[in-house]
């Protein structure tokens, strides 16, 4: 069973999606590889209290990592790959040959950025900390600008982050 919620935040509204009850999605408006809206199931905000609460602390500067059960259905390469991605400390960025290099696949960089644009649950687990080889911003699901805010973000408030 599918259930979701709306959330806004500075990047916009999120949707954050739960399948059985654990967050299995969070998107953002216009977000590249989005699942239809019908397939998020029933609007409800039971159930996503948590969830909100830690993106608001998140996004008020206090909270680096998240405390969260998550359910991502992809590969299993796909789930190395996002596991991979919660590594990655705030503030920071890898590149995807890097990223490519953890997984024990230094020639998969193509593949990593391809499972790191689909990420079902974006901002929680940190896709945007993944940069181009030279440090650019190349590509992301939220759109660039969005990826640029939350890594400028991360920098200005690193170090200050309370929880």
Request: hydrophobic residues 35%; aromatic residues 8%; neutral net charge.
């Amino acid at each position: 069973m599918r259930t979701h919620t709306i959330t806004d935040s500075p990047t916009g509204l999120l949707t954050l999606v739960a399948t059985n009850g654990v967050l299995s999605g969070l998107y953002m408006t216009d977000q590249r590889h989005r699942p239809a809206e019908e397939t998020f199931g029933e609007r409800t905000s039971t159930g996503f209290e948590e969830a909100i609460t830690q993106l608001g602390e998140y996004f008020e500067g206090k909270r680096t990592d998240f405390d969260l059960p998550t359910a991502m259905a992809g590969t299993d390469f796909q789930r190395r790959v996002w596991n991979e991605l919660t590594r990655i400390p705030y503030s920071e960025t890898i590149s995807y040959g890097q990223l490519a290099d953890r997984l024990g696949k230094p020639t998969a960089s193509r593949a990593v950025g391809l499972a790191n644009g689909r990420n079902p649950i974006s901002v929680i687990v940190p896709c945007h900390r993944v940069v181009g080889s030279t440090g650019s911003l190349t590509g992301y699901g939220g759109g660039v600008e969005r990826k640029r805010f939350l890594l400028d973000f991360e920098r200005a408030t690193a170090g200050k982050v309370l929880l």
